[in-house]
């Protein structure tokens, strides 16, 4: 089944060729040259992948982002003249999955479309498991516990199972405590300092490591924050 993407852009020329190369790729593309109006395209059609330009007459792309992801596990590929490195990882903060800079050209736009869509598949279907290995544990995501084979059963809490998840399914990826803080969602963000994180994370220790003072899966990674190994 060919995947549906939204192209959002105020480029009449370059969002008429985008929608050409994309249908000729497979896909099945819908174009808007403004946010009001992909809103309307959003509310009646299942969407994959947007595009979508940052400065448009009217609301911005960056606000369209933010709602689609809010709203959404869909794509998101935002696209500019803008450059620096401020404006992208603002962009990535909101929830955007990828930056192009324009000019750009379309075999490189098609190769990011492909990764994206990609990447967003792996996601869903990772959501989709019930249970993941984690050394000689079985995790299961439902119930929020921890088993193994002499049917020894270790209950998790909501925060514990959220982090030991997110941590989990990147694995050898480093994550400070400001990130998974926000992933735990305990209280208010508090910044990369807060020693909570640091509690959760010896809670956890505990409960999956043979020797929690010398941990195998939950690593630190000293002045940067916590990586997961299997």
């Not at 007459?57 to 709203?71: L, T």
């Not at 955007?96 to 050209?105: E, L, Q, R, S």
């Not at 982090?163 to 989990?168: D, K």
Request: charged residues 25%.
């Amino acid at each position: 089944m060919s995947k549906n993407i939204l192209v959002v852009d105020d480029d009449h020329i370059l969002g008429e060729e985008l929608e050409k190369v994309l249908s000729g790729a497979g896909y099945a593309t819908r174009r808007c040259m403004s946010v009001p109006e992909a809103r309307q395209v959003w509310n009646k059609t299942k969407v994959d992948l947007c595009l979508v330009d940052i400065v448009m007459p009217g609301p911005s792309g960056k606000v369209f982002c933010r709602e689609v992801r809010e709203r959404s596990d869909a794509a998101i590929i935002m696209m500019s003249s803008l450059s620096d490195q401020d404006t992208i990882i603002a962009l990535l903060d909101i929830g955007a999955d990828d930056y192009i800079v324009k000019p750009f050209t379309f075999p490189e736009m098609l190769a990011r479309t492909r990764a994206v869509l990609r990447r967003r598949t792996d996601r869903i279907k990772t959501h989709s498991v019930s249970t993941m290995q984690i050394g000689g544990w079985t995790f299961d995501l439902q119930l929020r516990r921890l088993s193994n084979t002499e049917s020894l059963t270790v209950p998790l809490t909501q925060s514990e199972a959220t982090v030991l998840r997110f941590l989990a399914q990147s694995p050898g990826v480093v994550f400070s405590r400001e990130d998974i803080l926000a992933v735990a969602r305990t209280r208010q963000h508090a910044g990369k300092d807060d020693r909570a994180v640091d509690t959760l994370i010896k809670r956890l220790r505990r409960k999956i490591e043979v020797e929690p003072s010398n941990p195998s899966h939950i690593l630190t990674e000293w002045g940067k924050g916590y990586t997961f190994q299997n």
